[in-house]
């Protein structure tokens, strides 16, 4: 609290000054309370001393109506002191100016009586008039032989707060509703026939005593985290507002156990932009390849989080970090059930699910001559590499990647993975993530499969419950009759998804893996017939409905990185469809068609046909010198890169297109923040 002293004067200037000199400070640091005005006495009969009481401030805020600072407090004070010699002296000089007259002067009202006129007063909010000791609530008459008793109404709006914890304990909050000190003088007023009561107000915060807030704290049981600093910042706050006053320490995560490899096996297939914003070509590799016995990679142990600690001291233990599950596909082989060990030469694959890891060496069939019609065509579950070429008329035909070290003349060439064709593509076809699109199809009726099961075995369950439901039955017949029940009712989706899914795995087969295929065969023979079904319990439900979601997440949790690419060095009369990237990184493209479901990255040129990139098109050249006609287009959120263009060259982003008309550089379209088409280019 700062220093406060009470002072005496022969009138409030006075009064003040000694306090002021006693204090040592000035006027801007202090908080002044009049107690009483210096009273000359009307005309200067009965005077009094001027009483005023200052204290060194902390801080102050005056309202709108009063005077901003208590500067302009004092300084109004002592005009009004002067204003109230300007009066007297008037008031000594014409007694008449006087008569019928009512006003204020040093917290006290006078008034003159006249024979023709009443003076008038009218109280107003932050204080209460008393005539003859009865209150006035509206315009009054009064005259000298009233008592007039003024009385000042000062409020104190204490502050209101509360402590909030969170949920989780981790967090406390100390919510205020500040408070306010109002402190009322009255305003000198000059003599009129009515008067309006006047008032300066002085407003002050109130402050929460912190010590009350720590012992709310102790109370609560909270004890770890409390913040010292917050709490008094808070407490010390003239707003309303929520401040966190305490934070405990939340538990870190750990890390998930992880399949490590030991090699680099994937394919590396996103190039590196320079600044300049060309793309080096030279960052990409060929398929990887492991030989028997190779170490593939291993299982990591999952990493273990640290404990954390709420506000109330209470320990919080981390979420156990899951482990990784192994299961060895085709070609390798688990030792000590974390290691993965390549039995047979291949491609590796990994898969991962959630927390599962599937590895697999795919097999890899090398042709060292060219494919020609008396080789006959070729068809492989597994990886095909061709050393040589393939000739007029012949299919190469993959489950796996593969990759041609030749050229390539009026051939078709299908992987259900990527495909690599280090010459020319001559008047042939290729498509590279045949399998992709099936497994997309078969993911969908396989999300809706697994919901259909699992609210079977929920409903089995709960019939299960029931008494009249007789349990032992189930035990001799197995779920086979109940099922059909539920399937010929409440679950008629279920036979039909199944049918469906059964149907699209034969008809692809040689497109997918053992574990589509398995899956399959599993539904058919349980849901084919209900009658023989071999499920007995909920769990064989269960069991069933997980293998579908694991496949289904297989490949809605894809890398973008795993997707199948086409990559040759010219194409000529060719159309090339890929579910991934397209790639040509010699000479270029010439009357070509090239579809791919992200981007397309020509290095060379691009001699008329039509190019389609989902996600971008980036092209070297486009167009003879003497103009030819070529359509480049995108998706509504792609967009298109060419360096150098002839007239006469489409381009197309989404539903909009402009045509070239003159030769171009540096073109950059896309579709803009409104949907209209821009086109960026130098001429």
């Known amino acids: ?79 009004d002191q002067h204003d109230d010699v300007a009066i007297t002296k008037r008031q000594d000089s014409n007694q008449d100016d006087l008569s019928g007259k009512v006003w204020v002067l040093d917290g006290k009202i006078y008034c003159k009586d006249a024979e023709d006129k009443f003076p008038l007063i009218k109280p107003s909010k932050g204080v209460r008039i008393f005539k003859n000791g009865t209150l006035i609530s509206s315009t009054e008459v009064i005259c000298e032989a009233d008592v007039i008793e003024v009385e000042l109404i000062n409020e104190d709006v204490l502050p209101i707060w509360e402590i909030n914890i969170s949920e989780d304990k981790l967090e406390v909050f100390l919510e205020i509703k500040s408070g306010l000190s109002i402190r009322r003088t009255l305003k000198n007023l000059e003599p009129e026939p009515l008067i309006e009561i006047k008032t300066y107000e002085v407003r002050a915060p109130l402050y929460i005593d912190s010590t009350d807030v720590l012992h709310k704290l102790k109370e609560l049981g909270i004890i770890h985290g409390v913040d010292y600093a917050a709490i008094n910042a808070a407490c010390a706050s003239s707003t309303d507002g929520t401040f966190l006053i305490a934070k405990g320490t939340s538990p870190t995560k750990g890390k998930k ?293 694991s496949l289904y997440l297989s490949v809605q949790s894809e890398n973008k990185d795993d997707a199948p690419f086409i990559k040759a060095d010219f194409v000529q009369n060719s159309e090339i469809y890929s579910n991934g990237d397209i790639l040509i990184l010699g000479q270029g493209v010439y009357s070509s068609s090239l579809f791919a479901r992200k981007n397309i990255i020509i290095k060379g040129f691009v001699r008329g046909g039509d190019i389609y990139g989902e996600e971008s098109v980036t092209i070297n050249e486009v167009g003879y010198r003497t103009g030819s006609y070529v359509k480049i287009a995108v998706s509504n959120s792609g967009f298109i890169k060419i360096k150098n263009a002839s007239e006469n060259t489409t381009i197309q982003v989404g539903g909009q297109s402009r045509v070239l008309f003159n030769k171009a550089k540096n073109i950059y379209a896309r579709l803009d923040e409104n949907g209209i088409l821009v086109v960026s280019k130098e001429e």
């Open 257 to 549: 156990g992880y399949f490590q490899l030991y090699n680099n096996i994937d394919v590396k297939k996103q190039f590196k932009e320079r600044v300049d914003g060309s793309v080096d070509f030279r960052d990409f590799k060929e398929f990887p390849s492991v030989n028997f016995g190779q170490i593939i990679g291993e299982v990591m142990p999952p990493e273990e989080g640290k404990a954390g600690m709420n506000v109330m001291g209470e320990i919080i233990e981390p979420m156990k970090a899951a482990s990784l599950k192994i299961k060895a596909g085709t070609g390798v082989l688990l030792v000590d059930g974390l290691k993965v060990v390549s039995i047979e030469s291949g491609y590796p694959e990994v898969k991962i699910s959630g927390q599962l890891a599937i590895v697999s060496v795919i097999p890899k069939l090398i042709i060292h001559h060219d494919v020609t019609i008396e080789t006959g065509n070729v068809s492989y579950l597994g990886a095909v590499e061709i050393k040589a070429s393939v000739q007029d008329g012949m299919k190469v035909e993959a489950k796996g990647n593969i990759q041609i070290e030749g050229n390539v003349f009026r051939a078709k060439v299908l992987s259900g993975k990527s495909i690599i064709a280090n010459k020319n593509i001559i008047a042939s076809k290729f498509t590279a993530g045949n399998g992709s699109l099936i497994k997309l199809e078969l993911s969908n009726i396989l999300m809706r499969l697994s919901n259909e099961l699992n609210n079977m075995k929920a409903a089995i369950t709960q019939l299960t419950h029931v008494s009249a439901f007789k349990v032992n039955s189930l035990k001799v017949t197995g779920l086979g009759p109940l099922m059909k029940i539920l399937c010929d009712s409440k679950f008629k989706d279920t036979p039909l998804l199944v049918n469906e899914y059964v149907k699209k795995v034969r008809e692809h087969s040689a497109e997918l893996e053992i574990e589509w295929i398995d899956l399959a065969e599993s539904l058919n023979n349980e849901f084919s017939n209900l009658h023989i079904s071999t499920m007995k319990n909920e769990e064989d439900i269960t069991n069933i409905a997980d293998q579908a979601e």
């Open 1 to 79: 609290m700062g220093e406060t002293i009470t002072s005496k004067g022969r009138n409030t200037k006075e009064a003040l000054d000694i306090a002021l000199s006693l204090l040592g400070k000035p006027l801007t640091d202090v908080e002044v309370e009049i107690i009483e005005n210096g009273e000359k006495g009307f005309l200067g009969i009965k005077s009094k001393p001027a009483v005023v009481k200052v204290k060194v401030k902390d801080s102050l805020s005056i309202t709108e109506t009063a005077p901003q600072t208590i500067e302009d407090l004092i300084s109004t004070i002592l005009n």
